[in-house]
């Protein structure tokens, strides 16, 4: 069973920086990639950010791009996201994801999520 466990977030003041981490159960974790996704109050889950099985590839939504970094550490079967520049339009549930298949971005198991909170 792959259990995905987020980490690291809390309350920001407007500007600050946060970095997420989300430990991955299973000894296949290098084999997938992986995805951060961010859920407002009232509003949909959106994606965030997305990594491959080696780190050598990311994907950012516009809203993010410049102010997050998505990284990965095969060794201790970790997914992090810095998250820079906060805003208050930030605030969320923020949730990992891993694919279902190898180098398919198609998520299948994802984390309880962490939450963020971006004061002004």
């Known amino acids: 069973q792959v259990q995905l466990v987020e980490s690291g977030g809390g309350l920001v003041q407007d500007g600050g920086s946060l970095r997420l981490s989300c430990a991955v159960s299973g000894r296949t974790f290098d084999s997938y990639g992986m995805g951060w996704f961010r859920q407002a109050p009232g509003k949909e889950r959106e994606f965030v950010a997305r990594?491959?099985?080696?780190?050598?590839?990311?994907y950012y939504a516009d809203s993010v791009k410049g102010r997050f970094t998505i990284s990965r550490d095969n060794a201790k079967n970790t997914v992090y996201l810095q998250m820079n520049s906060l805003r208050p339009e930030d605030t969320a549930d923020h949730y990992c994801?891993?694919?279902?298949?190898?180098?398919?971005?198609?998520?299948?198991?994802w984390g309880q999520g962490t939450q963020v909170t971006v004061c002004s």
């Open positions: 990594i491959n099985w080696s780190g050598g590839s990311t």
């Open positions: 994801a891993r694919n279902r298949t190898p180098g398919v971005a198609e998520y299948a198991y």
